[in-house]
């Protein structure tokens, strides 16, 4: 089975950062993608970052020049590194990891189970 452990929420003032990691753990062979999402209180989940093995980021119009989505395939850890932190950016957030295969041809994507981030003064 394979499991999303996710670390790194908190409380943080307005104009703080935050670095939030995800550990993938299991019989994991390899990775398509993996990412952040996350969802505030009365809002729906929406996509804040996502990296490929290669490489490739995605980021949300609202936390470009601000988040930066990074890997560690070896680890199988993603992280998000946060910057210029803002009250709307406060929300639980959650891993996702596309394509984990865990066969030749059997793969399933995975959410960790989330880590409140709060943004106040």
């Known amino acids: 089975q394979v499991q999303l452990v996710e670390s790194g929420g908190g409380l943080v003032q307005p104009g703080g950062s935050l670095r939030l990691s995800c550990a993938a753990s299991?019989?994991?062979?390899?990775?398509?993608?993996m990412g952040w999402y996350r969802q505030g209180p009365g809002k729906q989940r929406e996509l804040v970052a996502t990296?490929?093995?290669?490489?490739?980021?995605n980021y949300a119009d609202s936390v470009k020049g601000r988040f930066t989505i990074s890997r560690d395939n070896a680890k199988n850890t993603v992280y998000l590194q946060m910057n210029s932190l803002k009250p709307e950016d406060t929300a639980v957030y959650l891993c996702?990891?596309?394509?984990?295969?865990?066969?030749?041809?059997?793969?399933?994507?995975?959410w960790g189970q989330g880590t409140q981030v709060t943004v106040s003064s």
């Open positions: 990296v490929t093995s290669g490489g490739s980021t």
């Open positions: 996702h990891a596309e394509r984990v295969y865990t066969g030749i041809i059997a793969w399933s994507d995975y």
């Open positions: 299991g019989n994991i062979l390899r990775i398509n993608a």
